[in-house]
């Protein structure tokens, strides 16, 4: 089951059963933005909009995503901000390089299947000196968790999987260019740090150097 079907057979519950469970994690992570007036910034797998009421003024929103129904019911999220909707992938971006100043990321690396292809599009698309805001539940390198891992096949096929390392899901990016990236935090915020909120800063590359 693609992730664009399965999602628009969730998309009449999906608030519902999500909504009351993130929406604590959410403002709080947005809360990190900031100052944003001027900026433009990205949604990355805006969903439903469950973000869209906790996003500052100021700046100018875009927000994506792959399944047409899930961006309906993002349509009728209320908030103070007007939300640009586009359909699209976020595996690959329909957007140039260095196009926005943030991007937003929350929980979408651990349900796309490849959160790797996820994170090098997301360093794309920042401009040098931007920042990716990650909000998502990942392992740490060598925890068992055996029933997570034993559990991902069959969630990651539904809604979202387990068993996503982020340090691995990095360093992947890394080893394919992207070394123009530092982790600015990295903290810790429910289910004893199996959901954690992590912000990256794409470095300023050094004249001469390669990307």
């Known amino acids: 089951m693609s992730l664009r ?56 929103y875009v927000g994506v995503d792959i399944t047409p129904a899930m961006l309906r ?30 991007v937003i990321m929350h929980l979408i690396l651990a349900v796309v299947p490849h959160p790797e292809k996820a994170l090098m599009e997301a360093i794309r698309v920042v401009k040098p000196g931007g920042h990716i805001l990650i909000l998502d539940k990942f392992l740490r390198q060598g925890q068992r968790a055996p029933l997570r891992r034993w559990l991902s096949p069959i969630m990651g096929r ?7 390392v982020f340090e691995d899901v990095l360093a992947t990016c890394l080893r394919s260019g992207q070394r123009s990236l530092e982790v600015v935090s990295d903290d810790p915020v429910l289910a004893q740090g199996w959901f954690r909120n992590i912000l990256l800063r794409k470095t300023e590359i050094p004249s001469g150097s390669k990307a």
Request: hydrophobic letters at 45%.
């Open 158 to 164: 539904i809604a979202t999987r387990t068993d996503v």
């Open 73 to 102: 019911k993002a349509r009728h999220q209320r908030g103070d901000v007007v939300v640009a909707l586009h359909a699209g992938d976020v595996m690959a971006l329909p957007y140039p390089s260095d196009a926005f100043d943030t």
């Open 5 to 60: 079907h399965s999602y628009t057979l969730l998309a009449p519950i999906y608030d519902l059963v999500v909504r009351r469970a993130t929406q604590v994690l959410r403002k709080r992570s947005l809360h990190r933005l900031g100052d944003v007036m001027g900026q433009t910034i990205l949604v990355a797998g805006i969903g439903s909009g469950l973000d869209i009421p906790w996003l500052p003024v100021g700046a100018r």
